[in-house]
C-alpha cells in the first residue's frame, strides 16, 4: 500500500506560477523528483508544460499556486484537458529557512504539497457569469476608491483656499454640495498664476473627475444588475441583501460552489466562523481573523440592517441581550446564520446555471385505423 495520494505509476505535478513564465517540476508516486522545467505563459507554453509532465506517465493532480491570478489561463487549459488540479497555497516560511528560495524549489514544494493529499482546494472556475461579475465588481471597486479620493482631496483643498472663495462654497454644507458648486467655478486662465484662480481651476477639475466617476460607476451597476439577478435570483431575495452583497458573495463561492464541503466551509471563507482556543480547564472561542474580508464585510452590513428591520432578527437580537451578549457577539452569531442561509440559496442558484438545458420535444402524429384521426405520441 503507498502512503502518499498518487496511485503507483502516475506523477504529481507542481507549478509556481508568474506573469511570463511557470515553473513546473515533477514527482513520481514515491515522492522522488523527476524534473523541473520553465514554460512560457503562452498556449503553445500550456501544451508543451503539458506534453513535459505527460511524458514521465499519467498526471494524477497537479497542484498550482496563485490559481485565481498569475496561473489563472493555465488552470482554465489544464481543466479542457480534464486534469486533475488543486490550489497550493506558498510554501511555508521553515521549508523556505531550510531549502531556500528559487522559481524550481517551489515548484518542487506545490507538487510535494499535492502529492502528500494537504492540498485538497478546488481552484474556481474562472470561465462562466461569476468571473464577469468579479471582472465588473473590480472595476466599480476602483471607480469608488478614485472618487472617495477625489472626495477628500477636494474638502483638503477647499480648507486652504483664499477666504473669498472659501465663504463662496460654504453656501452649502455637504460635501456633495461644494462639490456642483466647484463645478461651476470660472478660473480666468489668463490669472492661472493667482493662488485664487488656481484654486478654481483645480477644485473645477476635481468636481468634474468626480461627475465623471459617477457615470461610470453608474453604468457598471447598470451591468451588474441583470447578472446578478441571474446568476442569483433566490439569494437577492433575501432581506437586506442588495445586488452588490449577493455579487461579493457570488464572487467569494466561485461558480463551482460545491467545490466547498458545507456551510461551514464557506464561513470560514468568509471570516464567519468561530476558531477553537481552548486550552487545559479553560473552553472557548475565538473569531475568524482570515478568510475573505470583503465577504466578511458584506455578513457584517446584511447583520447590521437586519438587526435594525427584520422583526425576526430584532427579536433574536433582544432574547440574546437578555442572555447577557454583547452586540459584538451578538452580530458575531448573526453572520454565520447569514453564512448559512446564503450558502443555501447560492448553491441552489448557481445549480440552476449550470445544469445542463432540457431536451426540446417534438410531437409526432401516428395515424392508426382507417379514419382521418390519429393520436400523439411524444418523443425526445
Not at 512560457?40 to 506534453?51: E, I, K, Q, R
Not at 494537504?118 to 471607480?143: C, F, N, Y
Request: with cysteine; glycine share 6%.
Amino acid at each position: 500500500m503507498h502512503s502518499m495520494t498518487s496511485p503507483a505509476g502516475c506523477v504529481t505535478g507542481g507549478v509556481d506560477a508568474h506573469t511570463d513564465t511557470h515553473d513546473a517540476a515533477a514527482l513520481d508516486e514515491r515522492g522522488r523528483l523527476l524534473g523541473t522545467h520553465t514554460f512560457s505563459t503562452t498556449p503553445d507554453g500550456n501544451w508543451a508544460l503539458l506534453a513535459w509532465l505527460e511524458a514521465f506517465g499519467p498526471i494524477a493532480v497537479i497542484g498550482v499556486e496563485s490559481t485565481g491570478s498569475y496561473a489563472a489561463g493555465l488552470v482554465r487549459f489544464l481543466r479542457s484537458r480534464d486534469i486533475a488540479v488543486v490550489e497550493v497555497n506558498q510554501p511555508h516560511a521553515h521549508t523556505r529557512r531550510r531549502r531556500g528560495k528559487s522559481d524550481p524549489i517551489d515548484a518542487e514544494m506545490a507538487a510535494r504539497t499535492a502529492l502528500s493529499g494537504h492540498a485538497t482546494a478546488v481552484p474556481k472556475l474562472t470561465d462562466g457569469i461569476v468571473e464577469a461579475i468579479r471582472q465588473l465588481r473590480l472595476a466599480r471597486d476602483s471607480a469608488v476608491k478614485a472618487r472617495t479620493a477625489a472626495f477628500n482631496q477636494l474638502t483638503e483643498v477647499i480648507v486652504t483656499v483664499p477666504d473669498d472663495l472659501r465663504q463662496q462654497l460654504s453656501a452649502r454644507k455637504t460635501t456633495r454640495g461644494k462639490t456642483t458648486l466647484c463645478s461651476r467655478l470660472r478660473p480666468d486662465l489668463k490669472r492661472i498664476h493667482e493662488p485664487a484662480q488656481a484654486a478654481k481651476f483645480a477644485l473645477r477639475s476635481l468636481a468634474r473627475r468626480i461627475a465623471e466617476l459617477d457615470r461610470e460607476i453608474a453604468l457598471l451597476d447598470k451591468q451588474l444588475e441583470p447578472l446578478v439577478a441571474t446568476a442569483a435570483p433566490r439569494t437577492t431575495q433575501l432581506i437586506a441583501i442588495s445586488t452588490g452583497h449577493a455579487g461579493q458573495l457570488l464572487v467569494t463561492a466561485g461558480e463551482n460552489i460545491e467545490r466547498l464541503r458545507n456551510d461551514g466551509s464557506f464561513a470560514a471563507l468568509c471570516g464567519a466562523s468561530p476558531i477553537p482556543v481552548s486550552s487545559g480547564r479553560r473552553d472557548r472561542y475565538r473569531i475568524n481573523h482570515g478568510g475573505d474580508r470583503d465577504a466578511n464585510r458584506t455578513l457584517h452590513m446584511i447583520a447590521v440592517c437586519r438587526m435594525r428591520y427584520c422583526p425576526r432578527t430584532r427579536a433574536y437580537a433582544q432574547r440574546r441581550i437578555a442572555e447577557g451578549k454583547t452586540k459584538k457577539e451578538i452580530i458575531r452569531c448573526l453572520k454565520r446564520y447569514i453564512a448559512r442561509e446564503t450558502y443555501h440559496t447560492l448553491r441552489a442558484d448557481l445549480a440552476d446555471i449550470n445544469q445542463p438545458p432540457a431536451r426540446p420535444t417534438t410531437a409526432i402524429t401516428i395515424n392508426c385505423g382507417a379514419g382521418p384521426t390519429g393520436r400523439t405520441r411524444r418523443r425526445s
